[in-house]
Every structure is written in C-alpha cells, then in structure tokens.
C-alpha cells in the first residue's frame, strides 16, 4: 500500500473512532457538573499531554537522527571504498586491478544482496560482504612496495579499507536494530489514549464542535505513531536510505 494512502487511513481510522466515542459520550453518557469538571480536567490533561508531547518529540528527533546517520554512514563507506580503489591505483599489478575488481564486487554485493535483507530488519545478511571486505584487506597487506610513495599509498588503502569495515558494522547495527523498543511503544500507545480520553471529559454548550476538537487531536496523534512507525528502520518504511551510494562506486570505478 502507498505510504501516502496508508497515512491517510491511519489518520481518518483514528479521527472517526474518537469522534463516535465522544458523540456516544455527550449523548448518552452523564453530562451533569461536566461543564464544572473543565478546569480540573484541564489541568490533568496539560500534564499529561504535555508528558506525552515531550515523549513522542524525543522519539520522532532520535529517529530522524538515525535516518540521517544511516544515509551519512552509506556514502562514507562509499566514498572510502573509492579513496582505497584510488590508492591502490598506485600500486603494482596485479594488486591494483585485484583491489578495483574486489571493490566494485563488494559495492554491488551491498547494494544487489544486503540492500534487500536490510529493508526488511535483517543486520545479518551473509558473509559474502565480510569475505569480500577481507580479500581487500589481504591483497592491500600483501602489496610489494618499492618506494616511499607506494609505502604511503598502501597505507592509505589499508586506512581507508579500516573506515569502510567501521561503517559497515555501524550499517548492519543499523538495520538490526529494533528501533523503538516495546516499551517506549507501550509508553506512546498508552500515552495516546490517555490524552484522547481527558478532552473527552470536556463539556460545553457545542458538542459538534468538542467532537470535532477531539478528532483532530486523534488525528494528530495517529499522523504522529505513522510517522514513528515507519522511521524504526533508516532501510525501509517511509524514509528509507536507497544503496545510491554503492550504485555510484560500481558505475565511478568500472
């Protein structure tokens, strides 16, 4: 289902179920002192609604973080991959047509098969990656130097090849990754409620329009779950981070 669509369902799903709960109330429920019971239900639900605010701003920044951190971290691999290639470019055959075709099978090995298990929450897609990552890592180690140059060049492949297995790691912690734990969901779904359920206890000589306040309010509050839902996982979900990264390195290094 496009995202768009199932944002727009979770929202109006929402507006609709509270609004016939808070029709049922002020039709059949008891409405004797409500008016009176304002101030004090005001009170509680500055508390509470306030609690729940900071609560789900502090998920939804700590998700954006991690989204950008995951893009960040992909062209950094990226670009430290190419920074090997080109260092290696120094060195002599057959290491450095060895080092380019092994960076080019690796670049497509993350973007063609860990790319896919990723979207789906897997931080463990195989040992092709790593075994690829290592014959890099070996053939740099085993590279004969004559000169200084070639000295400085093969220990700048070998930096260079250290800051892609770091991101890397930090990629696959990333989509392995839980996102929001349950109880910080338990926290947020409960929190949810509670602020839908004191508006609820409102009253006023216009029901149509407390209502409509309390729709909006569920409204709001499900655009806000559907956003946290589908930023748990940078690979996937509405903001998803795309391998354009690695797609770059294969079509710069070939």
């Not at 009176?36 to 239900?41: D, G, I, L």
């Not at 354009?244 to 079509?251: D, K, L, N, P, Y």
């Amino acid at each position: 289902m496009n995202i768009y669509v199932a944002g727009v369902l979770w929202v109006l799903g929402a507006a609709a179920v509270a609004a016939v709960v808070a029709y049922l109330v002020r039709h059949i429920g008891e409405t004797d002192g409500i008016v009176e019971n304002n101030e004090a239900a005001g009170q509680v639900f500055t508390i509470v609604g306030g609690l729940h605010a900071v609560l789900l701003a502090f998920v939804l920044i700590s998700l954006f973080d991690a989204v950008s951190a995951a893009e960040a971290g992909s062209y950094r691999e990226a670009d430290s991959l190419v920074a090997a290639s080109w260092a290696a470019d120094a060195l002599a055959e057959p290491t450095r047509s060895e080092v380019r075709d092994l960076s080019i099978t690796y670049a497509g090995t993350v973007a063609d098969q860990e790319w896919p298990l990723m979207r789906e929450g897997d931080g463990d897609p195989g040992d092709d990656g790593w075994r690829q990552l290592d014959q890099l890592r070996v053939a740099v180690s085993a590279a004969a130097a004559t000169d200084e140059w070639q000295n400085d060049r093969k220990t700048e492949a070998a930096t260079k090849l250290w800051e892609v297995y770091q991101a890397r790691q930090e990629r696959l912690n990333a989509a392995g990754s839980e996102g929001v734990s349950s109880v910080v969901w338990f926290a947020l779904v409960a929190g949810s409620f509670m602020s839908i359920a004191l508006p609820l206890l409102f009253g006023g000589p216009r029901p149509r329009t407390h209502i409509l306040i309390v729709s909006i309010l569920a409204g709001t509050l499900a655009l806000l779950l559907f956003a946290t839902h589908q930023l748990q996982n940078p690979y996937s979900g509405g903001a998803k981070v795309d391998p354009a990264a690695f797609e770059s390195v294969m079509a710069r290094l070939r």
